[in-house]
């Protein structure tokens, strides 16, 4: 044991110097951090660890190709045109649907912000969608839009279209969209309605009473607070959005126009076993999303970040 | 610049949420360049009445006028009011600066002359070295003013204040009191000004509204009310800290006599009074300790149980001898558990009756801040002190 060459911690309150607890303490190391440990646990062994892996496989091309150069794969990820559009086919679906979202959330949640009768109600019927799950309302989206469903059909019984004209909502860049919209969109109007209600309404009184109608009062007061609210919603909902998968299968194109990058990084591990390149792929997709986020978080700093004045 | 007016009138003006009736028939007219207070606790539609004015909630009943022009159905934005919140709001995003300039963008007012009248407004209120910090960086006070100057810098007809001073500590409450004094007295703003704070209305206003539950219990100068609160609920606001129900035994010669508590006071009738249930009213400062002079009967004796220390005087919480607590201000030297006499010359007791509002005695003292004394607390030299009274 050593406690009997090193002076006992406690002992040092006597002699001027703090419990060795204390000092500790001070430096934020107290037993609360053990509250840290499942998370941190959880951190390492599913994402950190699976990252590293896969990052070091993606640099690790298959023996089948006969090559040395550990950047094979990305080289032929961006040499093959097929490979690499599915990055803009991608960005083409995951940033408009992001953008959709985020602006249609404005003016509900805008709506919505007080105490609205029936607000419980519709908060409920918007947030349904998320507990459904893709599979499911692709399902429905396929009985629904498909070219004998029911929107086609009303559509034809009214003569805004024709059986042999039915508009077209499915298998194509507008099925993979509209379904990117109904699941993501609860989302961006949740957080939304969450960041309007933390601005003090009281700043909106006050904007009203110094003469500016409810234009004015969104545009100076109300939009450049929630402002950086709106960049954090915006890059959950892209994040969703690019990694898109079971709809774009499901409700996407045959042909390849809906060929998003995880179904490539799919069709790399399971079509063709390759799960060199299907890591390659997905490395690739972090790093897209990580430039697309790091963009929109740098135009946020330059926006007002700092209290709201209300409840948080 | 100013867009002066002559009249400012609230005709029965209402409001409900829901069946409950916040502000009851609020009649009110306010002269141009006129300081008037709304002064009641928490709850007593002081803060709806102003709400309404600034058009931030629509009226039940009843209209405002200015001068020839009903305003109540315009809303906030087209009032062209001055409005200074209780929790500030200022934008925070925003710098002093443009803080103080948002009103005289919203009216399109051109760049330089934004330029001129925010500097102008900020060295009112001494705050120009802080232009560009934004209200975040601030001080209580600071931002105070800074609301204070935006809600001025338009120059409105009309500035409204909604409890400005609750959020600061003493001595800053103090210093703004007489900013803003100053202020309405250099810029002749008619100014409304909602409180809870006696003190705060008597020394800012020159006209107090008192309200209770929603309805108007009287108006009049900080000097009227003063000395003549109209019924006991005003008296708790203006110092009549003490209110003892007590019942009225006889009556004439201007004075009345009324027993209770196993004493008897002379005192001035407010109102023509009948016999029965009334309620006395007593300022703390009021009492004398010591045997009175020959002509005066007031006099009942007390024992002493809590002594605050306030420099030049001794709030002193003492008993009477059948348990009502009485509270009494005073610099002569009394010690705890001591038996002290005390009196109070009759023209300094009011009387009030108690038909019309028979729930004022006990809730108007509790309104006001100070701690009321709680009655029937055990009690050793109970007994002894009986005695005393009733050999006296």
Not at chain 1, 92 to 99: D, E, S, T, V, Y
Not at chain 1, 226 to 233: E, Y
Request: include cysteine; proline fraction near 6%; aromatic fraction near 8%.
């Amino acid at each position: 044991m050593t406690s009997a060459t090193t002076p006992a911690p406690t002992r040092g309150g006597a002699s001027g110097r703090p419990a060795l607890s204390h000092r500790l303490a001070e430096r934020g190391v107290d037993r609360t951090l053990l509250l840290l440990l499942p998370g941190v646990v959880f951190l390492i062994a599913l994402f950190i660890y699976p990252f590293a892996y896969g990052l070091g496989l993606s640099f690790q091309p298959l023996p089948a190709h006969h090559s040395t150069d550990p950047l094979y794969n990305y080289k032929q990820f961006f040499h093959d045109p097929y490979q690499r559009n599915t990055i803009w086919i991608t960005l083409k679906i995951g940033l408009p649907a992001a953008l959709i979202n985020v602006l249609a959330s404005i003016p509900i949640a805008y709506r919505l912000r007080g105490k609205v009768r029936g607000k419980r109600l519709l908060t409920t019927a918007l947030v349904i969608p998320i507990t459904l799950g893709t599979v499911l309302t692709a399902t429905g989206m396929i009985e629904y839009f498909s070219g004998t469903g029911w929107l086609n059909r009303i559509l034809m019984a009214v003569h805004l279209t024709d059986v042999d004209h039915p508009v077209p909502l499915l298998h194509n860049y507008w099925g993979v969209m509209l379904s990117l919209i109904i699941s993501g969109f609860p989302f961006a109007f949740l957080l939304t309605l969450s960041y309007l209600s933390g601005i003090d309404p009281s700043l909106e009184s006050a904007a009203a009473v110094l003469g500016a109608g409810w234009f004015k009062r969104f545009r100076h007061i109300t939009f450049p607070l929630l402002a950086p609210g709106l960049a954090m919603t915006f890059c959950l909902n892209f994040v969703l959005a690019f990694s898109v998968f079971p709809s774009a299968v499901l409700l996407g194109d045959g042909e390849g126009k809906t060929h998003v990058i995880s179904i490539a990084a799919y069709d790399a591990a399971y079509q063709e076993y390759d799960y060199s390149k299907a890591s390659t792929i997905a490395m690739i997709m972090a790093a897209v999303m990580l430039i697309v986020i790091s963009l929109v978080l740098t135009g946020r700093a330059q926006l007002y970040r700092g209290s709201s004045g209300g409840k948080g | 610049m100013t867009q002066r007016f002559d009249h400012l009138r609230l005709e029965r003006v209402t409001r409900r949420f829901g069946d409950k009736v916040v502000l009851d028939a609020l009649e009110l007219h306010i002269a141009g360049g006129e300081f008037v207070a709304l002064l009641g606790p928490s709850g007593c539609g002081k803060s709806t009445a102003l709400n309404c004015l600034a058009g931030l909630l629509p009226l039940s009943g009843g209209g405002i006028w200015l001068d020839d022009k009903r305003i109540d159905t315009l809303p906030p934005e087209r009032r062209g009011f001055g409005m200074v919140f209780q929790n500030y709001a200022l934008f925070p995003h925003m710098s002093v600066r443009r803080n103080v300039g948002f009103g005289l963008r919203m009216r399109g007012v051109g760049r330089a002359e934004i330029r001129r009248r925010v500097d102008e407004a900020l060295r009112l209120v001494q705050l120009s070295p802080y232009a560009d910090r934004l209200p975040g960086q601030l001080s209580g006070g600071q931002q105070q003013r800074v609301a204070i100057a935006r809600a001025v810098v338009i120059e409105p007809p009309l500035v409204l204040m909604d409890e400005p001073l609750s959020n600061l500590d003493a001595a800053l409450r103090l210093e703004m009191r007489t900013e803003i004094r100053r202020l309405h007295q250099s810029l002749g703003l008619t100014t409304v000004y909602v409180t809870h704070d006696q003190e705060e209305a008597l020394s800012l206003a020159d006209r107090l509204v008192v309200l209770r539950e929603g309805v108007m219990q009287q108006v009049g100068t900080p000097e009227e009310l003063y000395r003549e609160p109209a019924n006991a609920y005003v008296a708790g606001f203006m110092g009549y800290r003490n209110l003892l129900p007590m019942s009225l035994t006889q009556s004439g010669d201007g004075f009345v006599t009324a027993n209770g508590y196993g004493i008897e006071l002379r005192g001035t009738a407010r109102g023509t009074l009948r016999q029965g249930p009334v309620t006395v009213a007593v300022r703390p400062e009021d009492f004398v300790v010591g045997e009175p002079p020959a002509e005066e009967t007031n006099r009942i004796e007390v024992g002493v149980e809590v002594i605050e220390y306030h420099g030049r005087e001794l709030a002193v919480q003492a008993r009477l001898p059948e348990g009502q607590a009485l509270l009494l201000r005073t610099s002569t030297r009394v010690s705890r558990g001591e038996t002290i006499p005390v009196w109070v010359p009759r023209d300094r007791v009011l009387v009030f009756g108690t038909a019309q509002d028979s729930t004022t005695d006990s809730t108007s003292a509790e309104a006001s801040p100070a701690p009321v004394p709680r009655a029937g607390e055990p009690r050793g030299d109970e007994a002894e002190r009986e005695h005393e009274v009733t050999s006296s």
